[in-house]
């Protein structure tokens, strides 16, 4: 199917995204989740490339493109060769940190951080989660107590990808003592700043190669040059980004459907049973029918969430829906692509085994199902003539 959300520079882009997914990416895969992170000389290369920063200024490092396509066209390709681990540690930076950096850092700190940060000399991570809070920013307990020219940053945050590799931390913090009060603001912690450590390397079910980690925050002295933006103004910020990652969630949720189908196809056409491929059995054939279709309808809906996203706006109703939808949906389809394969399914040493593994999280992560829903339906009842399409 012809896909019309992009133009032949974003197929220009995805020619060299395959090419450094297939030769720097695919090879490696099989040490990296043996190590629980990825070289860091990856970043580096992604940097040579340009597959950083493509919404950043030029003058500061980037592309210079802030074009979400591009972003989706990277994602789509290290899914492809299996790398959604990798995804979230690359395209992690391009849809989650460069946006805060871009649209609030001054130019004094964008010269500070963005060229090495686009250059793939140094790794950021952003710290949203604690172990009592996940999507409820509110309940956010960290804090940031101003002291002469810097604020004392204390809490601990969990669950944070590139946690390990991380030089640079965009940290939430309250700045307000007051319970629940929302008064959240962003700080960029590095990696030396006393105070600063980090916990264990957190041992997931799947992801494997993407580092994952808990870090400590103890009267971390954090200059005011590293406030990002406005004190207190960073709560519709982190929501208005939210849409983004959700988005970028749906894509690579979609991308895996395809990529498992595709498992499943080769499969059960290369497999017999009883003298005969399994796709000669009616069960078989019907099950990759529906398959195929769902896959498709979520494919069709991406893509038009995509094209709203870059020339409309995206809503985060409509973004809560795709990254909802799309990731249940992938756990179903990736459960019966692995029984399409029978026992070898359940071996880790089947691409389809760890595929399954991958996708669990994506429910989870960036808002789960149920928040997802809980933001939908405030939405429908408190305007239910509300046009959400």
């Keep these: ?33 043996a190590a629980g992170v990825v070289d860091r000389a990856l970043y580096a290369k992604a940097g040579a490339l340009g597959l950083l920063g493509m919404g950043v200024d030029e003058r500061h490092g980037g592309g210079g493109e802030p074009d979400f396509r591009y972003s989706v ?23 989650l940190v460069a946006p805060y950096l871009d649209e609030l850092c001054t130019d004094q700190q964008k010269a500070r951080w963005l ?18 809070t996940g999507s409820d920013l509110k309940g956010i307990a960290t804090t940031a107590v101003p002291d002469g020219d810097d604020y004392l940053l204390n809490g601990t945050k969990t669950f944070i990808s590139n946690g390990i590799l991380a030089d640079l931390v965009v940290v939430v913090a309250k700045t307000d003592p007051a ?39 103890d009267n971390v002295r954090v200059p005011r040059g590293n406030l990002l933006g406005k004190e207190g103004e960073a709560l519709s910020c982190l929501r208005q980004n939210l849409v983004r990652e959700r ?11 395809e990529r498992a189908f595709g498992h499943a196809l080769s499969h059960t056409t290369e497999r017999h049973a009883f003298g005969q491929p399994l796709t000669s059995f009616q069960a078989t054939r019907f099950t ?37 939808w799309t990731t249940e949906l992938q756990q179903r389809v990736l459960s019966q692509c692995l029984q399409l394969h029978g026992g070898y399914g359940f071996m880790r040493e089947y691409a389809i085994a760890r595929e399954f593994l991958d996708a669990r999280a994506s429910t989870l992560y960036a808002g789960t199902t149920e928040i997802m829903k809980e933001i939908i339906g405030r939405a429908v009842t408190r305007e239910p003539t509300r046009r959400l399409s």
Aim: charged share 25%; hydrophobic share 45%.
């Design 1 to 33: 199917m012809k896909r019309h959300v992009f133009d032949v520079m974003h197929e220009q882009l995805r020619s060299v995204a395959r090419d450094f997914a297939e030769r720097e990416v695919a090879p490696h895969l099989d040490e990296w989740n």
């Design 73 to 95: 066209v990277i994602n789509e390709e290290l899914t492809r060769v299996g790398a959604t681990s990798v995804v979230m540690g690359l395209s992690g930076f391009n849809d």
């Design 115 to 132: 060229p090495q940060l686009c250059a793939g000399e140094r790794v950021a991570a952003l710290a949203m989660t604690e172990p009592g």
């Design 179 to 217: 319970p629940r009060s929302g008064h959240l603001s962003l700080f960029v912690v590095e990696r030396d700043m006393p105070g600063f450590s980090r916990g264990r390397k957190l041992d997931k079910i799947g992801l494997a190669a993407q580092d994952t980690a808990e870090l400590f925050f």
């Design 247 to 257: 988005l970028s969630v749906a894509v690579t949720a979609v991308a895996s459907m």
């Design 288 to 324: 990759l029918a529906e398959l195929a279709t769902e896959v498709q309808v979520a494919r069709v809906f991406v893509d038009r969430c995509i094209d709203e996203y870059v020339h409309d706006g995206l809503s985060d109703i409509e973004a809560a829906m795709a990254k909802w």
